[in-house]
Each structure stands twice: as structure tokens, then as C-alpha cells.
């Protein structure tokens, strides 16, 4: 495994955007945080940076409302993206989110890696799964984080991550499930790790690599 990991600790805020035209230019590395309105995705944003105010936590659900990109060091950003679903806002305002997510998905070059964030007591609704589909067919890895864990006892938490890994076997790809809980630190490490992988990685896809499997 790579010895070298990422500083989280260094990210800082560049920018809010309504669309894509409006971020930074698209080279680099990003990894996007995606989730419903009510899934802790600004909570594990700011528990994964050990930072408390990065991203804007609040108890109304919904207040990503832009594309939020904070910066790692040069070329590695983090990325969140505005929640779905749920949120109680007008439905003209919904739309605009959604039309920002699917268009930032489809046509960011320098995203390398999704995070999803799902509610581990509330998992796999039809948009989550949507969104994992999608990551798949279009070969993008996947960490599937199940937020909250800690309103679980520990037996019924592995039971849940068990489930769902199972459940989403369907959608093939490269998609990897761990239980998370910003309260308790749990999967912060393994958040951690599997991100400063797919963010070093671009690094190496970068480099010309000689082929010498044809060469027998």
C-alpha cells in the first residue's frame, strides 16, 4: 500500500460555485462528496479535515446549496456537492441543484473518485442507488460511507455494512462500504486512506508508463 498520505488537515476553501463554469479549471485531481440533504456529508467533510467549520454544518438539511470546492494542496481538491432529496426547499431550486450534480458528474474530467453518503440506519434509496449505478458504468471508484453508525450497537452496525455491501454487488464496479460516524471518529482512517489513494493515484496515471507486457 502507498506510505504516502494526504495532508486533510491542510484543505481550505476556494470557492462556491452555482455551475461548473464557475469552478476552478478542470485539471487535478478531485474526489466529490455526494449525498442526501440529511446524510452528515458536511459533518464528515469537516471530520475527515479535522477542521470544524470547513464545510457549513447546520440542522436544516439542505444548505449545500452550491458547489463547494476546498483545496488539498495543488491539483487535489475536495469537492461538495449540493445534497439531494429531502431538503424543503421550492422545487424550481431543486431542479437548479440537480441540473449543477448531474452536470458536474458527467463532465468533470479531474473527478477521480466519488464519496457517498448514506444514512446507515436509511441506505440505498432509489437516488442513492442511481448515483452508484452511474459511478459503475462510468468506471468511477466509489466509497460508499454509512453515516451516523454510531445510533447503531456495534452487532447490528456490521450487519447493516454486510447488507449493503451485498446489495450492491448488482451494480458492479469498484465500490467499497465502511461504517462512519463524525461523532466517533469511526471510518475516519479508512476514509482516509482509500481517499490519499485515489488522489496520489492521478499522480501516477500522469507519468508515461512504458508498456512491457507485449514484449515477451
Known amino acids: 500500500m502507498d506510505n504516502k498520505q494526504i495532508n486533510f488537515n491542510a484543505a481550505r476553501f476556494i470557492t462556491s460555485a452555482p455551475n461548473i ?38 440542522k436544516t438539511p439542505g444548505r449545500t446549496q452550491l458547489i463547494n470546492v476546498f483545496e488539498l494542496s495543488e ?32 463532465q468533470r474530467d479531474s ?34 460511507l454509512l453515516t451516523k453508525c454510531d445510533k447503531l450497537k456495534s452487532g447490528a452496525r456490521k450487519a447493516e455494512v454486510l447488507k449493503v455491501r451485498e446489495a450492491i454487488a448488482i451494480f458492479g464496479g469498484d465500490i467499497r462500504v465502511e461504517a462512519f460516524s463524525s461523532l466517533k471518529g469511526t471510518g475516519v482512517e479508512q476514509a482516509r486512506a482509500i481517499l490519499s489513494e485515489w488522489l496520489l493515484q492521478g499522480e501516477v496515471a500522469a507519468a508515461p508508463v512504458a508498456d512491457e507486457g507485449e514484449q515477451a
Open 21 to 58: 463554469k464557475q469552478m476552478p479549471a478542470d485539471t487535478g485531481v478531485e474526489i466529490a462528496f455526494a449525498g442526501r440533504s440529511n446524510a452528515g456529508k458536511s459533518s464528515a467533510l469537516n471530520t475527515i479535515t479535522q477542521q470544524k467549520s470547513l464545510a457549513r454544518t447546520s
Open 75 to 106: 491539483g487535489k481538491r475536495l469537492i461538495d456537492l449540493p445534497g439531494y432529496g429531502y431538503a424543503k426547499v421550492p422545487e424550481e431550486m431543486k431542479l437548479k441543484w440537480q441540473a449543477a450534480l448531474s452536470e458536474y458528474l458527467q
Open 111 to 144: 473527478l477521480k473518485g466519488l464519496v457517498v453518503l448514506m444514512d446507515i440506519r436509511h441506505p440505498l434509496k432509489d437516488i442513492d442507488q442511481q448515483l452508484l449505478q452511474w459511478a459503475s458504468d462510468s468506471e468511477l471508484p466509489v466509497l460508499a
